[in-house]
């Protein structure tokens, strides 16, 4: 887990309200979920998760705040890059457990294996590695 006296980013990404099942990250990212606070309906209000000790926050819609899910605006202001020992692997794995390929893996000259993914709330993910 992250130490209280460094600074790191754990952003939050925004589902609909009402999901019961987040078991994706897990199977397609090995997160683990660290604590998780749910509705009366045994839906999701906040799940804490981490990948390989980077954590993570999926949260319910907050409509009157302007905190949309993607699949509500039918798009994503953010893409999460993710960095990995294989792309390959991990994109195979993310498949496998629900994602759809927005762009398939490939070496750039510029060093990096990168290829792109959406995951089954509408999150895009650059799944990525140093080559």
Known sequence: MNDVNKTWFAPQLYIKNGVKNIDFYKNAFGAIE??????DDGSYHVAELSIEGAMFHLH?????????????????????????????AVMNKAIAAGASVISPAQSYDYGY?????KDPFGHHWMIEMKI
Not at 34 to 39: C, E, I, S, T, Y
Not at 65 to 78: K, L, N, V
């Open 34 to 39: 660290l604590r998780q606070w749910m509705n």
């Open 113 to 117: 294996r990168q290829g792109e993914i």
């Open 60 to 88: 319910e819609e907050k409509p009157g705040a302007g905190q949309f899910s993607p699949e509500r605006i039918d798009g994503t202001t953010t893409l999460i890059g993710l960095f990995v020992k294989d792309v390959d």
